[in-house]
């Protein structure tokens, strides 16, 4: 009972740290610490979270002298729910409100709530620039996406969390490609095949394809788990 009450404070002081540095605009604290905080690698950092010189890897552990060997306390369901719920939020960079009010909507449409949930965070626009090999890291993506190098058929976009569909074709703005960041753009992180995205970084342009089937939604998540906190929370 006091490791649940320890671990939902915690929980509590990192949401709000986190939410604040979000809200300035992009986290500026250690990206590291966030893995650790949920027990596994978030691959938060880009190119480096893909490389041996990666903290995570070297350390998967707490930082201090004693943190090596602390002990896991056996961690309640409800504690499982938090940390899985706190994995999507800092792997997709969203404030608490944010992620709640998606639940709530899909709450209240048919269907697999959790389905719903991923396959609308997948349809984000800086998502969708970081899947099509257009930056390093969603953190990266929706710097570029806030600056406004992108256009969503023709329109200028600046606003990662907006949701695209199929048909839509996004390009990087062609007086930004004339910027020294495109010019020497490289993907330095492992290109996935994303089947509902078909992209072409030499004409600088994406165009999706159709929404994300069920087989293309994350598996890094236990989404039940995360459906089953929120149930309690907006439903």
Partial sequence: MI??????????????????????????????????????????????????????SKRPYKAGMHGKNLQKGRISEYGKQLLEKQAIRFTYGLMERQLANMFKKAFAKRGDTGKIVLNQLERRLDNVVYKAGFANSRAQARQLVNHGHFTVNNVPVNIPSFVVKTGDVIRVKENKQKKNFWKNFQLEVPQETVAWISSNLSKKEFKIVNEPLDEDLPKDFNIQSVVEYYSRKVR
Avoid: C, P, W
């Avoid at 979000?22 to 650790?36: E, F, N, V």
């Fill in 3 to 56: 490791l649940v009450f320890l671990l939902e404070e915690s929980d509590q002081n990192q949401e709000e740290e986190f939410n604040l540095f979000i809200h300035m605009a992009r986290y500026l604290k250690s990206k590291t610490k966030l893995s650790k905080r949920v027990g596994r690698n978030l691959f938060l950092k880009g190119a480096r979270s893909f490389s041996a010189k990666d903290d995570y």
